[in-house]
């Protein structure tokens, strides 16, 4: 992110002492030509800026709208399909920061939300204190952007001494054909959204956003309206979550479509 860009609303902290980061970073160099390629990506900027005048409403004029709107009381901005791409205004648009309705991840992760020990799950969860509508912005997925080599390592090891997996892979796809991969792992370094727990019939989803950069940012949105104090968890197959799984680790959802085992990480080249 450019220094002379406002940092996004996020004052939210880790209850372990674990590092918190407002949006995800570059894992650590390890002078791979992989590494080089993706620090080229996170350090490229998308110069499409919009030229529009006050709100960026009209989406057939304002080159990057169209994927949010308001709710029917006009209260809150919501996505309105996930299927499609989500390209946000930046700084260098020319569009009114405190009015244009096409910045949602731009402003940092929503207010009311908490983590606490999960009783499904037996771990730490993410939970709403208040109502939520569907479409509703939770927050980013944010971590260290992986290489895949890295990817592969880091999953291999948490294999073999047990730990638990925070590698979130996301494939982005045109025309069904595969276009580009996004790695995040919040396991040494994340935001609020490392606490959602997976869940076979999950009430929220995933969604690549891009403001500024090629590399989207993993968002995670409400899949339906959500009631308050009920916890928060997607689905850790992302779009393979339709996929059916016979083994690996036990899932504990509670779901009542709950398959019985956790999805596997699936990074593809």
């Given amino acids: 992110m450019d220094e002379s860009e406002p940092a996004p609303n996020d004052d939210y902290e880790h ?14 160099s390890d ?20 030229h529009c005048k006050g709100a960026c409403e009209n989406s057939e004029v304002c080159p990057h709208g169209g994927q949010y709107e308001f709710t029917g009381d006009g209260r809150e901005l919501i996505l309105r399909n996930s299927a499609n791409p989500v390209i946000e205004c ?11 309705s096409n910045r949602l991840v731009y402003s940092g992760p929503r207010k009311h939300l908490e983590i606490f020990d999960s009783p499904e799950c037996g771990s730490k969860g993410l939970r709403t204190t208040v109502k939520i509508p569907k479409g509703g912005y939770i927050c980013e997925y944010a971590g260290e952007l992986l290489t895949v080599p890295e990817a592969k390592r880091r999953l291999y090891v948490n294999e073999k001494l047990g730990l638990m997996n925070y590698v979130l ?10 276009q580009q991969v996004t790695i995040v792992d ?4 994340g935001n609020i959204g490392r606490y959602l727990n997976h869940s076979c019939e999950p009430n929220c989803h995933i969604a690549a956003v891009r403001i500024d950069c090629p590399i989207p940012k993993i968002g995670i949105f409400a899949a339906r309206d959500i009631a308050a104090k009920e ?10 979550q339709y996929k059916k799984v016979t083994d690996g680790k036990t899932c504990l959802c509670g779901a009542s479509k709950c398959t019985g085992f956790m999805p596997n990480t699936e990074i593809e080249e």
């Fill in 90 to 100: 930046n700084d260098m648009c020319k569009c009114c920061r405190n009015t244009c």
């Fill in 15 to 28: 209850p372990d002492g674990l590092e918190y980061i407002l949006e995800s970073v570059l894992m650590p």
């Fill in 186 to 189: 919040p396991s040494r370094r």
């Fill in 169 to 178: 892979v996301l494939n982005e796809y045109t025309s069904d054909r595969k």
């Fill in 31 to 50: 002078g791979s030509k992989e590494f080089k390629c993706l620090a080229d990506e996170y350090n490229s900027v998308l110069l499409n800026p919009c």
């Fill in 231 to 240: 916890e928060l968890c997607f689905h850790y197959g992302g779009e393979g």
